[in-house]
């Protein structure tokens, strides 16, 4: 049995996303180009959030999309019994000269971030990419780092988080998994 230690209830979430969402438009509020891209499945969800709290505060529509990384990733090859499960990509605009803000759920080895860059330069050459997480757990593998980040947690290797949204898990919590 697993013991899950909550970090971040669905209060804290709300509260972290627009504090994140504030940072980005303390930063970037100014900026025409401004666009955000949510990496599959739950930075996705969040992304989408955050693009509604931006949104409201600039008083107009950011582009948004949704990226798959799976086929990019190095490690999928390596394990031949686990076959990557494929969502789609979903971006609606060019990326050419935007500042994209890209969004995951939990930043940990660095190598899905890896993957989203190269995945996002296959669509075009954007101005910027700026990397904005939930959770950043540590233990980075790739010289990666978020430019915006809703939590700090120290993790051992045994332990991993989980973030649980209502749009796929029918509640929002950040949870410390030990196994």
């Known amino acids: 049995m697993e013991e899950c230690g909550t970090i971040l209830n669905d209060k ?3 509260r972290t996303l627009e504090r994140l969402a504030f940072e980005v438009y303390e930063r970037r509020g100014d900026d025409e180009n401004l666009a955000i891209i949510g990496i599959q499945r739950r930075g996705a969800d969040l992304a989408e ?50 500042s994209i803000v890209l969004v995951d759920d939990v930043l940990y080895s660095g190598r899905t971030i890896r993957a989203a860059l190269e995945a996002i330069l296959d669509y075009g050459r954007p101005r910027r990419v700026e990397l904005l ?28 988080v989980n973030v649980l949204v209502s749009e796929r898990d029918d509640e929002d919590r950040v949870c410390l998994v030990r196994s």
Not at 61 to 82: H, Q, V
Not at 146 to 154: I, P, S, T, W
């Open 49 to 98: 959030r955050l693009k509604k709290l931006l949104d409201e505060r600039l008083g107009r529509k950011i582009p948004f999309g949704k990226l798959d990384i799976n086929l990019y990733r190095d490690d999928w090859t390596t394990n031949l019994e686990l076959a990557p499960t494929i969502s789609c990509s979903e971006i609606g605009f060019d990326v050419e000269a935007k």
């Open 12 to 14: 804290g979430m709300s």
């Open 133 to 160: 997480v939930l959770v950043d757990r540590g233990h980075r593998e790739l010289p990666i780092q978020a430019d915006y980040v809703g939590k700090k947690v120290e993790t051992h290797g045994e332990e991993h």
